[in-house]
């Protein structure tokens, strides 16, 4: 299972449903960013390597949130 797979198993889950997904792929290619957030309702998406300042705003950012 990659991270898609997992992003569309927990977006079926009804339990999991209001957990912010944020995504960090090596497919950065405009078709995968625009999959993930259209199709599978990431939040955030971030490619590899990944900036660990970015991601932590990203993390932070949804914690006010939630």
Do not use: C, W
């Not at 993930?36 to 006010?64: C, D, M, S, T, W």
């Amino acid at each position: 299972m990659d991270g898609f797979d997992l992003t569309r198993n927990v977006g079926a889950d009804t339990r999991l449903q209001g957990i912010p997904i944020i995504m960090i792929s090596s497919r950065t290619a405009e078709k995968h960013r625009s999959h993930a957030a259209a199709k599978l309702g990431v939040n955030a998406f971030l490619g590899k390597p990944y900036q660990g300042v970015r991601a932590a705003e990203h993390i932070a950012q949804h914690l006010r949130v939630a």
